[in-house]
Nanobody, 124 residues
């Protein structure tokens, strides 16, 4: 599975962006998908993940209520809608896919496939 993230950019505080992650391969619909981010000088951190069916979603406390993860298995694409953006959301955002379950989906090690990252910059 190859993942291609897009949709990043520069936005002002309070603005919105929608990230997309397009996957190749017929097994996309069988994988949990996640979004992680890494700010300069910081470790990569969990943002959100979604089950293979899209029926379950989970978020980091820092983005809960502002970000929404979704997926369209017919289009082999997962999305991250980001609203009410803050300067602290500035980071490179990565999409990831894999056969994780439970707590494993909150960890980078739970995912076998990674996109190349897309930069999100929120200005104050």
């Amino acid at each position: 599975v190859q993942l291609q993230a897009s949709g990043g950019g520069l936005v002002q505080t309070g603005g919105s962006l929608r990230l997309s992650c397009a996957a190749s391969g017929r097994t996309f619909s069988s994988y949990a998908m996640g979004w992680f981010r890494q700010a300069p000088g910081k470790e990569r951190e969990f943002v959100a993940h979604i089950s293979w069916s899209g029926g379950s979603t989970y978020y980091a406390n820092s983005v809960k209520g502002r970000f929404t993860i979704s997926r369209d298995n017919a289009k082999n694409t997962v999305y991250l809608q980001m609203n009410s953006l803050k300067p602290d959301d500035t980071a490179v955002y990565y999409c990831a896919g894999g056969g994780c379950s439970g707590y494993g989906c909150y960890l980078s090690s739970g995912y076998a496939y990674w996109g190349q990252g897309t930069q999100v910059t929120v200005s104050s």
